[in-house]
């Protein structure tokens, strides 16, 4: 696992994928392909797709579609109280919603 650190942020995010990580020094912004992870602080995520925008303080994530079309890897996230299954999500590192 990768690590990111923001002082903003005050907190450290791990993350990892599977086929590919490309990170946009410019604009900020790290870009996970297949079977990603992040964690952050109490919180995971997991999706076929994450970004993580370190100049905007979010996460965005999504499922991507096989080969038949079908979406795979749709996002779950677990704040540490409760796990959610969803068809797309961001969320802001700084408000934790």
Do not use: W
Not at 15 to 39: C, F, M, T, W
Request: glycine share 6%; net charge negative.
């Amino acid at each position: 696992m990768d690590t990111l650190r923001d002082e903003s942020l005050k907190s450290e995010i791990y993350y990892s994928a599977r086929d590919s990580i490309r990170i946009d020094v410019k604009k900020q912004i790290v870009y996970l392909y297949g079977e990603a992870n992040v964690k952050f602080e109490e919180a995971t995520l997991s999706a076929a797709y994450i970004e993580i925008s370190m100049g905007e303080d979010k996460m965005y994530a999504r499922g991507e579609p096989d080969s038949t079309g079908k979406i795979q890897g749709k996002p779950v996230f677990n704040d540490g109280t409760q796990e959610l299954s969803m068809s797309e999500i961001t969320y802001n590192l700084q408000t934790k919603r």
